[in-house]
């Protein structure tokens, strides 16, 4: 059974950081492209960043410069390193694993920036 399960988010300040952590089990984790992706109210869900099994990177341009996409092969988990956060990043960040056609996703973390 795939579990992915999301957690570091919460509520801060603009400016300030957080770290968005994703871990993933019942896979091959290493094998796996991982993504974050966000849904504002009212909004589609948008990629944020991407990271392949060899570790290539790609980011929205909104985040760009600001968030930063890891993983650890070893733990099973990614992150999402969050910082000069703005009010717009304000968001459920969610968390994807995709392998070919077949991927999975997690519940959701709720990311709250106030200005």
């Known amino acids: 059974q795939v579990q992915v399960v999301e957690s570091g988010g919460g509520l801060v300040q603009a400016g300030g950081s957080l770290r968005l952590s994703c871990a993933a089990s019942g896979i091959i984790f290493s094998i796996y492209e991982m993504a974050w992706y966000r849904q504002a109210p009212g909004e589609q869900r948008e990629l944020v960043a991407r990271?392949?099994?060899?570790?290539?990177?790609d980011y929205a341009a909104s985040v760009k410069g600001r968030f930063t996409i890891s993983r650890d092969n070893a733990k099973n988990t990614v992150y999402l390193q969050m910082n000069s956060l703005k009010p717009e990043d304000s968001a459920v960040y969610y968390c994807?694993?995709?392998?070919?056609?077949?991927?999975?996703w997690g519940q959701g973390t709720q990311v709250t920036v106030s200005s």
């Open positions: 990271i392949t099994r060899s570790d290539s990177t």
């Open positions: 994807n694993t995709k392998l070919g056609a077949v991927g999975y």
